[in-house]
């Protein structure tokens, strides 16, 4: 069962408003030729005309049909005295085939016309041999190539018009992906420069917290207060850098400064007295070469990942040496290497999530380097396992800094 669809209204307003019309000039007797037809009855040209005003309903839904149906009245017409209103009709069907129609139709249908208008022209001449015969191209050319091409220029109209809207649509989107994207990578990097600033403080404050919690001896009791009080004090002052770092408007402010390697023999110190009372000692050896002035992206994030290796340490490693190295040359590579002693000994305890491990992992792929971290066997003579962390930072300036 075939299912007509249901006419536009607009569709409805044009079929009735060109059967009104017609019906009108049938009445008052206007026709668009004056007898010499083959039907000529009083009621033959309501025929084509009540068939064009049906086929206006279909102009949207079905234009092909539509075209085809309405040629067969049009010609139709021509054998009747004729109404002006069903030739109006026929042009807004031909139109409306173009417009509405699948594109093969677009493409076609005013080639077709115009090859229709220049034969019936060559003909009309052939048989009247008069000029007065261009008069029939002309009218044939306004009812069948002019409704046609002026539809081809609609259509390519809008189509561009939705091109220029999908594009701008798809601007719209990447520019927000961009967005997100970049709104992401913010969020991970000062997620990443937060856990660095501030982990290793509060690792010792709750070490030490612990340690005076289950130890009831006043001496460790207020060591333990000493460095926790230390490190709240200097892990608020970051705090403040930070914070000071994301209000900075651009307004021409100085930056805060951004940590170097000189720090590192402040950062081993500190380490030295958090880790005190868990057996721990912490051993620097920078072994860059004198000359070798890495790169600040470079040396920022070498700091970082001692600076979280050594929190890593404080929170899980074993009583025993921690040491840190440092090697490199200019125009090649500063390599970071971290060991700790790695078991769960006795002794207080911070609890981690991981998040130190995957910051670093993120620094280095940001400066093109390479990772690793894990427990492998000890040296001889120490303990059995140790937890070593290297990383491999190029030494090319040519990445953004990653803090």
């Known amino acids: 069962m075939v299912t007509i669809p249901r006419p536009h209204r607009d569709d409805v307003l044009i079929s009735v408003a060109g059967l009104l019309g017609g019906l009108l000039l049938w009445s008052l007797g206007l026709h668009t030729t004056e007898g010499g037809r083959p039907l000529s009855g009083p009621w033959v040209t309501l025929v084509p005309l009540f068939a064009m005003s049906g086929l206006e309903l279909l102009r949207r839904t079905m234009p092909r049909t539509a075209l ?63 000029p007065s ?65 501030v982990a290793n403080h509060l690792s010792a404050i709750a070490i030490h917290s612990t340690a005076a919690l289950s130890l009831d001896e006043p001496a460790t009791t207020r060591q333990a207060l000493t460095v926790i009080r230390t490190n709240s ?40 007295t958090n880790g005190a009372a868990s057996g721990l000692e912490f051993m620097l050896d920078d072994a860059i070469d004198a000359d070798t002035a890495p790169p600040v992206p470079v040396a920022l994030a070498a700091y ?47 609890p981690g999530s991981g998040a130190g491990l995957v910051g670093m992992r993120e620094r280095i792929a940001l400066l093109g380097g390479e990772f690793e971290a894990g427990p492998e066997p000890g040296p001889a003579g120490g303990p059995a396992k140790i937890w070593r962390v290297r990383a491999v930072l190029p030494m090319v300036d040519d990445k953004e800094p990653s803090a």
């Not at 021509?78 to 209103?85: D, E, I, K, S, V």
């Not at 076609?108 to 001449?125: C, D, E, K, Q």
């Not at 004090?233 to 805060?256: K, Q």
């Open 68 to 130: 085809l149906a309405g040629t067969v009245a049009i010609v139709a017409d021509q054998f009747t005295p004729g109404n002006l209103a069903t030739v109006l009709m026929f042009t807004d069907i031909v139109y409306a085939a173009v417009v509405y129609g699948p594109p093969a139709s677009a493409r076609r249908i005013p080639y077709a016309t115009g090859l229709i208008t220049v034969g019936v022209t060559i003909g009309f001449l052939t048989w009247f041999r008069h």
């Open 304 to 350: 970082r990942i001692v600076q979280e290796s050594l929190t890593n340490a404080l929170k899980h490693a074993d009583a025993g040496e921690v040491a840190v190295r440092l090697t490199g040359t200019t125009g090649r590579a500063l390599t970071v290497t971290v060991t700790s002693p790695y078991g769960s000994g006795p002794g207080p305890r911070a």
């Open 133 to 197: 015969a261009l008069l029939v191209g002309v009218v044939v050319g306004l009812v069948t190539f002019g409704p046609a091409a002026t539809g081809a220029l609609v259509r390519d109209h809008r189509e561009a018009a939705e091109a220029a809207r999908l594009r701008a649509e798809q601007t719209a989107l990447l520019a927000e992906m961009d967005r997100r994207e970049a709104i992401t990578a913010e969020r991970t990097r000062m997620a990443r420069e937060l856990h660095d600033l």
């Open 233 to 272: 004090v200097e892990g608020l002052a970051e705090m403040r850098r930070l914070i000071g770092l994301l209000r900075d408007s651009g307004d021409g402010a100085e930056p805060a400064v951004a940590p170097t390697l000189a720090g590192l023999d402040a950062l081993v110190a500190q380490a030295r």
